[in-house]
Nanobody, 125 residues
Framework: VQLQASGGGVVQPGASLTLSCVVSGRTDSNNGMGWFRQPPGKERQFVAS????????YYDDSVKGRFTISRDNANNMAYLRMNSLRIEDTAVYFC???????????????????WGRGTQVTVSS
């Protein structure tokens, strides 16, 4: 299974971006998925997760109300809509997938089996 995130860029504070994640290979569209980020000089952080059927979503408090995670199982895609971006949102963003049989999202990076290459998001005035 391979995951590839895209959609990052350089934006000003207050702007919006939508990150996309393409899932390819032997996929089970019902697995839980998540987004994590790694700011410069810091450890990887949980951002959001979504269950396999898309009904249950969870967010870190720092992005709650500004970011929205979603998925399109028919097309093996996941998304992260980011509104009202702040300078502190600057990071490399990674999409992740859980192993077959694990349908819920998770806060813990160790619960994810598949990681894509990240996409850089820079928020700067």
């Amino acid at each position: 299974v391979q995951l590839q995130a895209s959609g990052g860029g350089v934006v000003q504070p207050g702007a919006s971006l939508t990150l996309s994640c393409v899932v390819s290979g032997r996929t089970d569209s019902n697995n839980g998925m998540g987004w994590f980020r790694q700011p410069p000089g810091k450890e990887r952080q949980f951002v959001a997760s979504i269950s396999g059927n898309g009904r249950n979503t969870y967010y870190d408090d720092s992005v709650k109300g500004r970011f929205t995670i979603s998925r399109d199982n028919a097309n093996n895609m996941a998304y992260l809509r980011m509104n009202s971006l702040r300078i502190e949102d600057t990071a490399v963003y990674f999409c992740t997938g859980r192993a077959p049989g694990y349908y819920s999202g998770s806060y813990y990076p160790s619960d994810y089996s598949y990681w894509g290459r990240g996409t850089q998001v820079t928020v700067s005035s």
